[in-house]
């Protein structure tokens, strides 16, 4: 938690540096080294015996979550990686090095797929956690590993054995405990803007964010990350506008605080909208816990907001909340109701109370 919200804590890396979610990795471990074919050989020992060292073992190819990326950028210019050959034993029963390992680094959230994009191989979702996902191969054995009694003489070693190669695929799922989600000019980008200290662009045409922000908010001494994704259109599932791509971001989140534009032609229509976006996407996110809101109340007179949000309420069955990210209104409500999904609190018990304890999250 904490290296998440340090890195949404510095909204420059997503704003200066390109935001990319997906890669294509090339990778090949080590091979082994060959075993040695050796004899001690000094003055006065008539029959030294064999010494050949072992082969090093190949390096391996790690992928590891680190702290401070959130952005898989580094990838779009680097696309093959190969770790270290293992040293090749050596006279004097000398075993050869380990080759290098390359370790790719990558941020928290990260999964790991086979190349098919389907076969997960890993899910890095904290700090130094780490996978092999291509080991070096063996070290061939010197010839001091194959003396006997009957053999007291070999002649032969093993080579070392190749390492792997394959291709892995890189998605980045962003680790946030809520998720914004409505239509393109639904007012999320400004919602955030005004509870963290992201940055995200703001304008008044559609698909102004282009790609996840994340930040970190904080109301009545507790602090949450807050992710908001580009807008849904209808049809996103099937590619319409800038598609369904982003919804992976939000797949972690445990509530999504659905935003729906109050100068639309209808609120309901436009809810309903995104639910189907979200039923079609799948994975989950339709049956997350979901606090809807009508944004930009401050655009609306009392007759047009209540009309919206009656219209509101029939679409998603509760009633919305009512805010406007520009004014204030109703966002600390907004933040303490997510609050109460992410931390509910509960009564404590009678002799708590009668302690004065009060209540605890």
Same mark, same amino acid.
């Given at each position: 938690?904490?290296?998440?919200? *340090? ?29 040695? +074919? ?25 992928? %590891? ?42 941020? +928290? ?14 899910? &890095? ?31 032969? *070693? ?5 390492? %792997? ?20 000019? #639904? ?9 963290? #200290? ?16 994340l930040g970190v908010v904080r ?39 659905? &935003? +729906? ?18 039923? #079609? ?17 401050? #655009? ?15 679409a998603a069955k509760r009633t ?42």
């Amino acid at each position: 938690m904490r290296a998440i919200a *340090a890195a949404a804590r510095a909204p420059y890396f997503m704003s200066r540096m390109k935001f990319l979610d997906e890669a294509k990795v090339y990778i090949k471990s080590g091979a082994g080294g060959n075993g040695c +074919v050796s004899f001690r050989r000094e003055k006065f020992i008539e029959f030294g015996g064999p010494n050949g060292g072992d082969g090093g073992r190949g390096g391996d190819v790690v992928v %590891e979550a680190v702290e401070g990326l959130n952005t898989l950028i580094d990838y779009r210019y680097q696309q093959h990686f190969k770790a270290g050959r293992g040293g090749n034993g050596m006279g004097k029963d000398r075993a050869g090095a380990k080759g290098a390992d390359a370790v790719l680094k990558v941020p +928290v959230g990260t999964q790991v797929f086979d190349e098919d994009g389907e076969t997960l191989l890993a899910d &890095l979702t904290e700090v130094g956690q780490r996978v092999v996902v291509a080991r070096g191969g063996n070290g061939g054995f010197g010839n001091a590993h194959f003396k006997s009694s009957t053999n007291r003489a070999p002649r032969h *070693a093993n080579p070392g054995q190749p390492g %792997e190669e394959r291709t892995i695929r890189l998605r980045l799922k962003l680790i946030a405990d809520a998720g914004l989600v409505g239509l393109p000019n #639904a007012g999320k980008s400004t919602f955030l803007a005004a509870v963290s #200290a992201a940055k995200p662009k703001i304008a008044d045409y559609p698909f102004t964010t282009l790609h996840p922000q994340l930040g970190v908010v904080r109301v009545d001494g507790r602090e949450f990350v807050l992710a908001d994704i580009p807008g849904l259109i209808e049809g996103a599932h099937e590619g319409a506008g800038l598609g369904d791509r982003f919804l992976g971001h939000i797949e972690r989140c445990r509530v999504l605080l659905h &935003l +729906v534009d109050g100068t639309s032609d209808h609120a309901g229509t436009a809810y309903r909208t995104v639910r189907r976006e979200l039923e #079609a996407y799948g994975h989950g996110l339709a049956d997350k816990p979901e606090i809807v809101a009508l944004s930009k109340a401050d #655009a609306l007179d009392p007759e047009r907001l209540k009309q919206q949000k009656d219209r509101l309420r029939r679409a998603a069955k509760r009633t919305p909340l009512v805010l406007s990210a520009v004014s204030g209104e109703g966002v600390t409500e907004a933040l303490r109701t997510v609050c109460a999904v992410l931390e509910p609190r509960e009564p404590l018990s009678a002799e708590q109370v009668a302690q004065g304890a009060g209540w605890r999250p």
